[in-house]
């Protein structure tokens, strides 16, 4: 054989192994030079380009003929399905032919799937430089051929170097030599990111190229290789590569929780209950997990993750878990939980010597959490379904400013302080729907709501006499529960070219609701007792039924790119009826007889109408300018009826009424504004708003026993608002960018009483603010700000004794970063609050007063020691001084806390 022929024939026997389905892998031990060895790794690579399996020996038993008859087929059977593909290799006047070397030859020919009684582990071995013919020989194990089950005849997928399989080739449309040894050349290559790039693109490029006989492809025929088997095969087996966590965390499992990690321990000198009111925080030691992290599965099929965060000094908890089936839905829940804290301090009145800033003997606290579970479809050419369950919770106690009456002397004022119990459920079972309608965009829901309260209010007055009733202690439990059922549909849908939009909901509310109350009182000695203004109502129930409708209309246009116009009407019905009975316990003491029962039945109507237009112009280069007009129109009519039944005692003739009222409501809002920037360097943004309600309240009385009743306390109300608010942003320089703010409110108030003549009162705010950005150095950048408010309030009880009350508050505010080294910053904060307020009423003792210093300060380093971990100790204090003549408590507070970061890549 020629050893043109014998090159011809290579490249033949190469491509059917290209062609066929099963890969031909090739692998060879290095005995010789760093060529054959280079060489042997060129030949399993381009090999294993789809099937990584071995060819058998005898599977290629019957193969001479196809290969040496030109232009047929060679049937190539799929291995999954069976499915079979003709190739036609094209005639080549060096075709093989019979030689002496014809039945090895044959043996390297791919037949595509081996016979049942044949194992497909087998060796390519050894080169040799020197010979100019390319004998190939291939050993095989035999199995026993009575065993024909698919698990018998399966092939066993070949060991290949990781660097080696990584690496995928397109097969040659055309072979010579020069691409294989170009193919073999880049096997030289380092296995790095970017080189293994480099050698994906370049046997490309040699590929698409056809070879054409040259003297090159002589000299390098004389470079034939000699293939002669080895003992024993090569299934070279690497180490597993270790996975750096960045990259198991962002490509596997995210397992290991991110976030911020700190323990801390505060120390507080003084009112505690304040300082717990004021930061929403606990003295005391305790560790905090800030984030939480655990992912799992992958996004285009199936995948969890679950997520968190938890202060257990604080009790402050929050998570998320969620399960998401690609093509299918998912279900997801979040839970979250925090405390309230409240002040337990009543009020100051300084004149008195003994009940002057009084303190509950409690800690209150108030727990609230949130559970909200859903699961929603999300599979094509199903419905678009929603589920969802909510469940709100409060436990615990507050103070209430419903402040008991305290007497010193002659004097008395309502500074005891009081507090409630609160047990809270409520419960939501939801259902919507997204769906397509007539060519509008469909939303449907329907809920059901569910909620049960158990209340318990404490209030207790105190004296310096011993007249019992002004040391009495009230307690008032409360049971409301309802349910209701409410059913909403909304559309939308966009016209005239995307230039319009349209969108309607209508929601439908109807709910049911009872109630159980009792008032119990007792005296300082906790003995029940009944006293002529406070007398014991047991058992006393309220039930109530409500219906309303809602119907909300939106239409908005864009006639041009600088025109929006939008349109809304909103209309409301409803109705409401309540029944309440109170029997009336006036024995003192109690003797759990009743005396006397009063019977409540009342009767609202409901009907609203409001429209709104707006309109935003942006014809002008740099400014925006937009507008908004809505009136209000409200009627409500209010009917009740009052009658006493007789008991142990005669009916009390005081609670024996009918009354009527009709209340008319007119409202007109006016909004404008515009956001411009006339110059590089500024923006500014204003807006002002007007609103004017006015209230006329018609009464009706109708057959009252005794008194001047009405249902009504006000005949009118007339409340007149204007708000205005105006920034400016000035950015200088990159370095350098302030911006002022400004914020005012004025609301009047006309008032027309029963029985009194008519009265006017006021409240005015202004609050200035100035923003600081600065940036000095490149690894230094401060922020800060100053505030100014300045209040001022009239009411009818303060002009009596002073024209005005004035209240004023200015703060500072400024923090800053400071990196003088990479991976170290340093982070200051401080915070100044002072309000001089108290001004006094001294004469008069009305405690209307605001007079505080407030002090906060705060540093703290983070210390980066990878990419990865960060530690974060921070020192932090605060002090509140209040003014003792008009609010009780101080406190000065020491906190330690150091916190470690950790931010997987």
Known sequence: MSKYSLRLFLAIL?????????????????????????????????????????????????ATNKITEPSKDIKKIDKKTNASESVTIPHSENSVTNTSDSKTIQKAADKTHPPNNVSDTETLVQVKKDSASIPLEYSAKKIDSSNTSPAATEQKPAQLPEEISALKFEPLQTFDVNSFFLIAELQKIPNRKEEEKTALEKPKEASAVKAEPSKNNEATAEKSIKVASDEKSIEKKEPPKKIKPGERFNKIVRYIPEGRYAGRFISVDGDN?????????????????????????????????????????????????????????????????????????????????????????????????????EAGLEKKHWPNLTAAYGLDFKDGEKSRLAWGAVRENSIRRNISPSWQEINEISQSFSLKDKFKLLGFDMKAEQRVELFDSNLKLHEQDFSTSNQADEKKIIEQIQNPTTISLISKIEADKWFWKDKGHTSTSYKFKTTRGEEDESINIFDSTLRPRSFSQYPNYWNATSSSDSNSHTLTTHLTFFPKPWLDVDTKISGELSDNSNDATYPIEASDPPNQIIDRTTLISSDRNTKRLGE??????????????????????GLINLSEKSNSTPGQTASDIRDIFFRDTDMATIATVWTAGANCSPVKFLNLNSQFKFRQEINDFTNTKTTPIAGTAYSAFFDSMNVNTIS???????????????????????????????????????YFVNIYTVDLMLRPLKNLYVMGFYSKQNSIGKTPTITLFQNSFASDIDTWSANCTYSPLPYLAIKPEFTY?????????????????????????????????????????????????????????????NAIECAVNIAWA
């Not at 280069?621 to 209000?632: A, D, L, M, R, W």
């Not at 370095?735 to 400004?742: A, G, I, Y």
Request: hydrophobic share 35%.
């Open 833 to 893: 609050s002072i309000a001089k307020n108290y001004n006094d009423f001294v004469s008069t003792g009305l405690p209307l007063g605001s007079a505080f210093e407030r002090l906060g300060w705060k540093l703290g380093i983070k210390w980066s020691l990878n990419k990865t971990i960060s530690i974060e100790p921070r020192y932090v204090f605060y002090r509140y001084l209040p003014n003792a003549h008009a609010e009780a408590g101080d406190y000065t507070v």
């Open 273 to 373: 209950q304040k300082f717990r009111a004021h930061q929403w925080t606990k003295e005391g030691y305790g560790q905090n997990v800030n984030d939480f992290t655990i992912k799992y599965g992958k996004p285009e099929k199936t995948s969890a993750s679950v997520t968190g965060r938890a202060s257990i000094l604080d009790e402050k908890y929050r998570g998320n878990a969620s399960v998401r089936k690609n093509n299918l839905g998912y279900v997801s829940a979040d839970y979250q939980q925090f405390p309230k804290y409240y002040d337990n301090v009543g009020g100051v009145y300084y004149p008195f010597s003994r009940y002057s800033g009084m303190t509950l003997d409690r800690d209150l606290k108030l727990n609230v959490g949130r559970l909200y579970v």
């Open 14 to 62: 190469i491509s059917v192994g290209l062609c066929a389905k099963p890969m031909i892998i090739w692998a060879a031990t290095e005995k010789t030079e760093s060529a054959k060895q280079t060489v042997t790794e060129a030949a399993s690579s381009l090999v294993s380009g789809e099937n990584k399996n071995l060819v058998p020996a005898e599977a290629n038993a019957s």
């Open 612 to 633: 709104s237009i707006g309109v935003t112009f942006k014809k002008i280069p740099n400014t925006s300018i937009y507008g908004e007009f809505g009136f209000e129109q």
């Open 724 to 762: 205005l608010s105006n920034r400016a942003t000035i950015p200088i320089f990159s370095w350098l960018q302030p911006s002022l703010r400004h914020e005012m409110l004025n609301s009047d108030y006309f008032t027309a009483a029963q029985g009194f003549s008519d009265v006017e009162s006021n």
